[in-house]
Structure formats: structure tokens, C-alpha cells
């Protein structure tokens, strides 16, 4: 399976952007999809994923702001990102695993990185 992360950019704080996540030679249904970031200085960290079930998951960071979907006709995956805030400036990652996990290391596929700057 191969990912391909984009709809990054730069926002003001409280803004909105929607990241996608275009998924080939694979269907997204077929994995546990999530979303990371890495932000400067800071360690890579999980803040969305949905199981193959449809399932969501989130990180405490970004619950209630942000929310994952997919879309089968089109075989994407999306990360609505709302009420943004400064901190969430970092490089955004979409990425696939066969299992049913949000463990960062059962992670085996990943998209290019997105960059996100929110300004204050």
C-alpha cells in the first residue's frame, strides 16, 4: 500500500484545514489507518486513528477538535482539523497498519510528511 499526505499549510489560530491521505495499491479498509505529527524539537506522536471497523481514536491534544474519516469511493482518508492552535504547528503523517492498533511501532506504511503552521 502506498500513502500520499497533502492539504497542508499555514493558518491563524483558530482556523481550519483538511489534511488527506490518498491511498494505492491497497484499500484504507483493509487497515487500522492514523494520523501523526512531529512537531519541532518534539517526539512523533499518534493524535488520530480509525480502525478497520470505522473506528475512531484520538489523542487527548486533539479531541474535540480534530476528527478522522474515510472516504471509500475515493479510497482517502481525511484529518478535519478545527480550532487550530499554534501547538499544532508540526509535520503531519498519515500511515497504515494491519492491525488494529494506535502502537506508533505497528505502524508499517507511511505517506510523505504535510507541513502545518499555525500562527498566533
Known amino acids: 500500500v502506498q500513502l500520499q499526505a497533502s492539504g497542508g499549510g499555514s493558518v491563524q489560530a483558530g482556523g481550519s484545514l483538511r489534511l488527506s491521505c490518498t491511498v494505492s495499491?491497497?484499500?484504507?479498509?483493509?487497515?487500522?489507518m492514523g494520523w501523526f505529527r512531529r512537531a519541532p524539537g518534539k517526539e512523533r506522536e499518534i493524535i488520530a486513528a480509525?480502525?478497520?471497523?470505522?473506528?475512531?481514536w484520538y489523542s487527548e491534544s486533539v479531541r474535540g477538535r480534530f476528527m478522522i474519516s474515510g472516504d471509500d469511493a475515493v479510497n482517502t482518508v481525511y484529518l478535519e482539523m478545527n480550532s487550530l492552535k499554534p501547538d499544532d504547528t508540526a509535520v503531519y503523517y498519515c500511515?497504515?497498519?494491519?492491525?488494529?492498533?494506535?502502537?506508533?511501532?505497528?505502524?508499517?506504511?507511511w505517506g510523505q510528511g504535510t507541513q502545518v503552521t499555525v500562527s498566533s
Open positions: 500511515a497504515a497498519s494491519r492491525a488494529n492498533t494506535i502502537t506508533p511501532e505497528a505502524y508499517s506504511y
Open positions: 495499491r491497497g484499500t484504507f479498509s483493509s487497515y487500522s
Open positions: 480509525m480502525s478497520r471497523s470505522g473506528s475512531a
